[in-house]
């Protein structure tokens, strides 16, 4: 009987919207990071683990690595990059109908500057419709880079996702189980109740205010009337009145919807009646001011 338990950290990375998010929750079995069509949905690093009774990996979903524009993209960058020295493994994850391109050779630039092992993960093979154009892609990035091997999966469906993991916990050393057995995630419920409010809002809007929005947990507590229920309120931030004036929609039914959506989620999450009241309110210029990123949880370095 083998009794050797195996252990180990793994960076996920890549370029927004290639599907880090949904492989982390396929592995899990359960949602700990949100998901939407709008690039950057990820602004924090989100460590998701997977146990068994002969292994535990802990993965590190972090932001997509894109060219910042503010201070809030600074920040998301320098999430991804601060985790490729201190893992196991690497897995660099990219959107199989997507062309080897400039944002691809800024993450391979990087990943030249450590020593990690490096998996090359090519996903929405299931969206792929000419193969011969996807193998002449991979090639690019092989070129491009020296990876301990390849992988051709579909996180959304879950194809060949066990075959990466096999390998994966194969490559990883003997190691402690870091983690209880039964916990998924290191964060608390609070951030993942505010992550899901603002996936319903990416969900719900369009244009500018995807990337304009923030959320903030205000109070979280027992109803004094009804211990079966929890009582929420959490604000949401804008930058500007017309992106306030479209959260709330006309009459209020578009902030009515984010709620009712949300609420669902949360009551799922916790396991008992939830009460969500929401407000909105105008930070203007927030994803550039240090102290506002702060106070939203975007700055957790040591000054």
């Known amino acids: ?39 950057q949905t990820t602004r924090n ?19 997509g690595i894109h060219k910042p524009h503010h201070q809030l993209g600074e920040f998301m960058n320098k999430e991804s990059l601060s985790t490729l020295n201190d893992v196991d493994m690497i897995l660099l994850i990219i959107d199989g109908t997507s062309p ?22 090519v996903n929405k093979i299931d969206l792929v419709k000419d193969k011969k154009k996807l193998i002449e892609n991979v090639v690019k990035f092989q070129d491009a880079y020296d990876f301990c091997e390849v992988f051709y999966i579909s996180a959304l469906n879950g194809e060949n996702v066990n075959l990466l993991l096999e390998s994966m916990v194969e490559n990883l050393d003997e190691g402690p189980e870091y983690y209880p057995a039964d916990q998924i995630s290191d964060h ?6 505010s992550e899901i409010i603002r996936e319903k809002v ?26 079966n229920l929890i009582d929420i309120h959490a604000t949401i931030y804008v930058e500007r009145q017309s992106q306030k004036k479209i959260i709330i929609g006309h009459g209020g039914q578009m902030i009515k919807q984010i709620g009712t959506l949300a609420r669902k989620e949360i009551v799922m999450l916790l396991g008992q009646k939830v009460y969500l009241e929401l407000w909105v309110k105008v930070e203007d210029d927030w994803r550039n001011k240090k102290a506002q990123l702060k106070r939203l949880g975007y700055f957790l370095e040591k000054n």
């Open 188 to 193: 608390p419920e609070s951030f993942v109740i």
């Open 45 to 63: 690093k989100i460590q998701g683990i997977y146990t068994t009774d002969t292994e535990q990996i802990i993965f590190i979903d972090t932001p």
């Open 202 to 227: 990416l969900q719900l809007t369009k244009e500018e205010v995807p990337h304009s929005v923030a959320v903030a947990l205000d109070s979280m507590k027992v109803n004094e009337d009804d211990n």
């Open 100 to 121: 080897f391109g400039s944002g691809d050779e800024f993450v391979i630039k990087e990943l030249k500057n450590v020593k990690t092992p490096v998996y090359l993960v």
């Open 1 to 39: 009987m083998n009794n050797v338990h195996k252990s180990g950290f793994v960076a996920l990375i890549g370029r927004p919207n290639v599907g880090k998010s949904t492989f982390v929750n396929k592995v899990l079995g359960k949602k700990i990071s949100i998901i939407s069509n709008k690039p």
